[in-house]
């Protein structure tokens, strides 16, 4: 039997998602479960696992191509009579090589003991959710013949399949091409800027086009979807931005002690761990801060948890992710789901629940060495603070006549909100009140 295993709906509703990457080539063997294939939908990049076992008969969908829910992507014969374990010695691993590029294999049919009908009478297996089941087994890989690399195979070089492709068919030697993106995977831009005539090669992965000096890449998927909902936000809420400078030299003591504590020995410990602290114990006493303006049924809903967001760059765009229930966790419990959860966001392959269901986010961009901004709210939310760069500067300290200048930490943070039910005398409170625990962390006892 051959079954063909259609796109399915990865949730939130999406109707359409791109093909990023291919796990498999023609001729493995697979089991279900097994990662099949990478797709980026308007939320984020997901893994498919396949909902069939056996061999890989054809992908019916190329890198870069953008499919609609319940389009067949793969076809998939059956196994019988094939050891579909692992073989003695593997550790499981995949060829790099072979799940993106695709080189020439044999037939599935040459495959001994491999027996393939159409029984069009059995009823069709049910599709397999995404993340659902183990995936201990990894893909196995049928024993074929592949040319010996060529210089342009680049090995232990990350490149995106449009750019392995362009590369051996040019002869450039992936080694020498020196990638632009943070992640180090070496694109098409790359062999353009290495010199290589690529005018030939539009990359399938974005559809983008260069030429002229320039490159054109769609407007799709992620990026998508994260500009149409700035712009919702920032033209429907009448945002309003207040900040405050403090010296945050006490914040940094902690971080350092924090940092040699056993308790926090498994966690990364950052600034940004106390401010987010200091911002859920400050709802306590400003829970309209947590709350949301519903246009539709004309209410103030007020949360009575906190998922706290966190705003983070990805190569494919703004991701949200957000901390369940953050409001009830100990600081230890806290560092770690952050940390997590911006590790997961920044290979772009955050799963969508985790971006759904913010209450309150915060976007650091103190690491970009930035003092400050007004920062747009979450969609779904009401306000949004922002944690610029902690940064040494003289500062005057004590009073009368112990007033004095010292070098001192220093940071801002602004907070944006929507105007239309958190008036300033909120907003207001609400700041000082982060600021306060962040000048002094002790201060946390009086929330």
Not at 76 to 92: H, Q, R
Request: hydrophobic share 40%.
């Amino acid at each position: 039997m051959v079954n063909e295993f259609k796109l399915p709906d990865v949730g939130e509703g999406l109707t359409e998602a791109e093909i990023v990457e291919w796990h498999v080539a023609v001729g493995d063997v697979i089991k279900v479960n097994d990662p099949v294939c990478d797709i980026e939908t308007a939320k984020s990049v997901v893994e498919l696992p396949s909902p069939y076992a056996g061999v890989v008969q054809e992908l019916l969908v190329e890198v870069g191509a953008e499919v609609q829910v319940g389009t067949p992507i793969i076809r998939i014969g059956d196994s019988v009579g094939l050891d579909t374990s692992p073989p003695s010695g593997s550790d499981g691993s995949t060829d790099g090589e072979a799940s993106t590029d695709q080189p020439s294999v044999e037939p599935a049919s040459e495959v001994s003991g491999v027996e393939t009908n159409t029984a069009p009478d059995e009823p069709e297996k049910p599709l397999t959710l995404v993340g659902y089941g183990s995936k201990e087994d990894a893909v196995v890989r049928r024993t074929r013949t592949v040319s010996a690399p060529t210089a342009s195979a680049g090995t232990g070089v990350l490149a995106k399949p449009s750019a392995r492709k362009a590369a051996r068919e040019l002869g450039v030697d992936l080694a020498t091409v020196v990638p632009e993106r943070p992640d180090g995977v070496i694109t098409i831009a790359d062999l353009h800027s290495a010199g290589a005539d690529v005018s030939s090669f539009a990359p399938p992965e974005h559809g983008s086009t260069v030429a002229e000096g320039e490159r054109r890449e769609p407007i799709k998927g992620l990026r998508k979807q994260m500009g149409q909902a700035m712009v919702d936000s920032a033209f429907t809420l009448p945002h309003v931005t207040i900040w405050t400078t403090l010296d945050v030299t006490r914040t940094s003591e902690l971080v350092g002690e924090l940092k040699s504590d056993r308790d926090f020995a498994e966690v990364r410990v950052s600034p940004l761990l106390i401010v987010a602290k200091a911002a859920l114990l400050a709802m306590r006493r400003t829970p309209i801060i947590n709350s949301w303006w519903d246009e539709a049924a004309q209410e103030i809903v007020f949360k009575e948890y906190v998922n706290l967001g966190i705003a983070a760059a990805t190569p494919r765009g703004l991701q949200v992710p957000n901390v369940k229930g953050a409001d009830r966790m100990s600081l230890v419990e806290l560092g770690a789901a952050i940390n997590e959860l911006t590790a997961t966001a920044r290979t772009g392959k955050t799963p969508p629940a985790d971006q759904a269901g913010g209450t309150f986010t915060i976007t650091n961009i103190g690491p970009f060495g930035i003092d400050g901004g007004a920062p747009i709210i979450n969609p779904g939310e009401s306000a949004i603070l922002s944690v610029g760069a902690f940064k040494r500067q003289p500062w005057i300290v004590g009073t009368g006549d112990d007033e004095r200048i010292e070098p001192r930490d220093v940071c801002t943070l602004a907070l944006s909100f929507d105007h239309r039910h958190i008036d300033g005398e909120a907003g207001s409170r609400y700041l000082a009140d982060v600021a306060k625990i962040v000048g002094d962390p002790s201060t946390a006892l009086l929330f």
